[in-house]
């Protein structure tokens, strides 16, 4: 004779094993040990953070419309310690830039070679032309062997990275294929 399950009983196991377990935790408690603010009493960033992108190495990459940290200037990219302070050893120095407009970081993308790709809206990165798009190494600095060319004259809205390497860019309503060389 076949024994089957009734929903009842799956549904039973189910909050058993998967709902009470989480509820039993503790969820939304502040992390005491991510520390925001500098010693002095800083103010944290002074504008909207777009995406966060956490690091193996127990590091944080933060991008956004922001200009500073904690008072200090750090445009649209800044590298934090797993703690929350600022890493000075990346190196943004000038960061982003877009003319006489704010320029804002929408989007990271991890690369699989420790470097990352920015998408936004800006025209320079670190001094360097770059329009909307720019692939930058895990110090900061720029990666001068990415070529863009021109750019894009769209926002970059959406960026994916396909298993063989390549990326995927979103502009608008049209998307289209980067690179044909693997990243």
Avoid: C
């Amino acid at each position: 004779m076949k024994r089957y399950i009734s929903d009842f009983q799956l549904a039973v196991v189910f909050w058993l094993i998967v709902v009470i377990p989480a509820y039993s935790q503790e969820w939304g408690s502040l992390d005491t040990t991510f520390f925001n603010f500098d010693r002095s009493g800083g103010s944290g960033f002074n504008n909207t953070i777009q995406d966060i992108l956490l690091l193996s190495n127990d590091k944080t990459i933060v991008a956004g419309r922001f200009t500073s940290f904690n008072g200090q200037a750090t445009p649209g990219l800044a590298r934090l310690y797993k703690d929350g302070t600022k890493d000075f050893s990346f190196k943004v120095e000038e960061g982003f830039e877009n003319g006489s407009n704010q320029a804002n970081v929408f989007s990271l993308l991890p690369l699989p070679n420790d470097k990352f790709l920015a998408i936004g809206e800006f025209s320079h990165y670190n001094g360097y032309f770059s329009p909307k798009i720019v692939r930058i190494n895990s110090d900061g600095t720029i990666d001068p062997t990415f070529n863009i060319g021109s750019g894009f004259n769209e926002s970059v809205l959406a960026t994916a990275l396909q298993p063989d390497g390549k990326v995927l860019v979103g502009v608008g309503l049209i998307a289209m294929i980067l690179s044909r060389q693997p990243i």
